[in-house]
Structures are given as C-alpha cells and as structure tokens.
C-alpha cells in the first residue's frame, strides 16, 4: 500500500527557492550520503533547480566533475556557468549512453530526486496541476508524443483502471475509469477542467486529495516514471566504482519499494530469501541506510516538501 504522501494536493510541493523550483530536500544527509572526493566525477539525475548540484560543486575541487540530467529544457536556466558542470537534457534512463558519449565510463557518485519539481506544478500551461484550468498535458519532456489528455482518449476502460489502481491507489478506480469511457464518448476530454468535470459525480471523500491521485496516477503513465526508475537503476551498479554511492530520495511508498529492493537484491527481480539458510543473492551494493531516512521536525516545518520524502544510500563494494 501506498502511504499518506499520495493523498495529498500538489500544494505539498510548494514550497520554493528564489528560482521557482523547490528547496532541495534533507540536503545535508545527501551530501553526507555521496561521501564527496574532491577530484571524483558526480550525476545529479534530476538537476531541476540545482539546489543539489550547488552543494555538490561547493565540495567538488578544480579536477572534479560534475554532470546533471534533466528532461525539462526549463531547467537549463539554471545551469550554473561552471567548467566542471555538464548540462544533458534527457530522462536519466539514458544515464550511461550520455556518460559514455562523454567518455565517462565511471562515477564516484550518483544522485536522485525523484519529487516533481515545484516549477512544474506551478506552471499552469504543463498541466500538472489541479489549482489551474489547462490542457491534460503532464509532460516532463515536451519532446515526448504522449500527453494526459490522449491516456484519457485512447486507453481502454481496463487499461485506465489499471493505472488509477497501480499508480494512484484510487478506491473507486473501476468506476472511475467507466466513467471516463463514457463522458469522452459524449465529448472530449481535453482540459482540467473538462476532466474535473467529467468526473466529478463519482470524486470519493476530499476532492482535493481524490484528484491529487489520479493526477498522480496519470503523471507518472505519461512520463514512464517506473519503468525510467528501474533502467537507471541498472544502469548504476556498473558505473559506480568501488566505493561509490547512490543516494536516492523517493516521495512515495512505489518509489520507495522498488530503491529499497534494488539496494537489497542488486536487480529489479523479486527474489525471496532462501528460508532454510536465510541467505539473499549476493548483491554488488552495500546498504548504508538501514532505514530510509526522514526529514527532521526542523526542516518539515520550514519545507513542507520534506514531509514524505524518504533517502536511501547504498554503496558500490
């Protein structure tokens, strides 16, 4: 089950930095995570703002190297103009091809913030949020063909209850993907609005936190957000070095399961421990937070972001 993160509104990523891009969250715990050598080479999967990659730059010296990924060209504004930062704009699935385009074939460190960036949410026309009418667009990369709006047109009645169920824990999701088929054979579904609309007899309990997680479950549909999760998770254990560390910040419980069995059994594969030996396949990563770690009260109460973020560490060995 997912935890209480995914009932809540977009509002829970609000909180901003001067750029318009959220704060980045349990920054020191990430810093501590990447273990930093001054002359190593570092990924920053999910730049955004670029709140991680500055602090990461702070303890990097003249030899390092830094490369930050994002698939939103909105992000490239903020790319610091620094000869040690190399800005690639595409989903961080393409992590090692994009590394090895630029003859780097292993890290000392890689980082990832897997929470939606606050400058999308408050960009009415990216269409992420419920606060604003727009068009269903929920593209992260407005390179890709896929949109919200042409889930809700073209997916089947089944195909819709699969992803509200998996992706968005929504009691009412066979009912609610009946009546998306049906309102759409009516007229089409294009905008929030006409969506809200389309739906809104059969909104179960807080609209605000319903639509939250349908909005999630069709976010994370359109940008592929798992699969991409589980391919540059792969991707990790062979670019790391010895020594090397993976710090990961998930904002709910699907995230989170999938890091923390990774870190665990070094694969995507569900792999059961052998019950008579109570022995688990050699894994090449060493799991440095036992637990995943939470924000402290302290940075909750100044960044309400930090709420349901969850960091895992591991450790090349």
């Known amino acids: 089950m997912m935890s209480k993160e995914n009932s809540t509104s977009d509002n829970d990523y609000s909180t901003e930095s001067t750029n318009g891009y959220h704060?980045?969250?349990?920054?020191?715990?990430?810093?501590?995570?990447?273990?930093?050598?001054?002359?190593?080479?570092?990924?920053?999967?999910?730049?955004?703002?670029?709140?991680?990659?500055?602090?990461?730059?702070?303890?990097?010296?003249?030899?390092?190297?830094?490369?930050?990924?994002?698939?939103?060209?909105?992000?490239?504004?903020?790319?610091?103009?620094?000869?040690?930062?190399?800005?690639?704009?595409?989903?961080?699935?393409?992590l090692q091809k994009f590394l090895r385009v630029n003859k780097i074939m292993a890290v000392d460190g890689i980082l990832a913030d897997l929470g939606v960036s606050s400058h999308q949410f408050d960009e009415p026309a990216r269409g992420f949020s419920t606060r604003f009418d727009a068009d269903l667009d929920m593209r992260m990369d407005n390179r890709q063909p896929i949109t919200a709006a042409k889930i809700l047109e073209s997916y089947s009645e089944k195909q819709l209850q699969l992803i509200f169920e998996k992706y968005g824990e929504v009691t009412n999701a066979k009912t609610l993907a009946k009546t998306i088929v049906t309102q759409r054979s009516i007229a089409p579904i294009k905008t929030i609005n006409q969506f809200k609309q389309a739906i809104h007899q059969i909104v179960k309990g807080n609209p605000n936190k319903y639509h939250a997680k349908v909005f999630q479950a069709l976010r994370i549909t359109v940008n592929d957000e798992i699969t991409s999760l589980k391919e540059m998770l792969e991707q990790c254990i062979g670019l790391l070095k010895p020594g090397g560390r993976v710090v990961l910040i998930t904002f709910h419980s699907l995230e989170d399961r999938i890091v923390k069995n990774f870190f665990r059994n070094g694969s995507n594969e569900e792999v059961e421990a052998d019950d008579v030996f109570g022995t688990r396949p050699n894994s090449q990563l060493e799991i440095i937070s036992k637990k995943p770690m939470v924000a402290s009260d302290q940075e909750i109460k100044s960044n309400s972001r930090s709420r349901s973020a969850k960091l895992r560490i591991a450790e090349k060995k």
């Open 23 to 94: 704060i980045p969250v349990m920054l020191h715990e990430c810093m501590e995570g990447l273990k930093i050598v001054p002359d190593g080479i570092y990924v920053d999967c999910t730049f955004g703002g670029g709140g991680h990659s500055k602090e990461i730059l702070k303890q990097l010296g003249p030899q390092g190297k830094l490369f930050v990924f994002d698939q939103d060209a909105d992000a490239s504004i903020n790319v610091p103009k620094d000869d040690r930062v190399f800005f690639i704009q595409q989903n961080f699935r393409h």
